[in-house]
């Protein structure tokens, strides 16, 4: 089973930018498709962007759209999420995980904090 390590969270101003990082260990994930999710405080956890395992095409929820780019690197082993014109409601604990997801692959997340 993959285990999943997210970070590079952190306190940002609204407007500013973010690079998440998802780093797999256990098995190669490089033909999973992959995803970030997150969730706000109350809120239940809600799906942000995907990267297929073949061919690297995208997707995103639209509150993130244009705004948001979710890429990965094969050959490390790993997922990122470049977050930019960042809004307080982007505030939110982010996971990465399979899709589908793999429940036992959880990890910790990454708190992201957005100031107004």
């Not at 799906?47 to 997707?59: D, L, P, Q, W």
């Not at 982010?94 to 100031?115: K, L, M, R």
Request: aromatic fraction near 10%; hydrophobic fraction near 35%; charged fraction near 15%.
């Amino acid at each position: 089973q993959v285990q999943l390590v997210e970070s590079g969270g952190g306190l940002v101003q609204a407007g500013g930018s973010l690079r998440l990082s998802c780093a797999a260990s256990g098995r190669t994930i490089s033909s999973s498709d992959m995803g970030w999710y997150r969730q706000a405080p109350g809120k239940e956890r809600e799906f942000v962007a995907r990267i297929y395992g073949s061919g690297g095409r995208t997707y995103y929820a639209d509150s993130v759209k244009g705004r948001f780019t979710i890429s990965r690197d094969n050959a490390k082993n790993m997922v990122y999420l470049q977050m930019n014109s960042l809004k307080p409601e982007d505030t939110a604990i982010y996971y990465c995980n399979a899709i589908p997801v793999v429940v036992g692959s959880w990890g910790q997340g990454t708190q992201v904090t957005v100031s107004s």
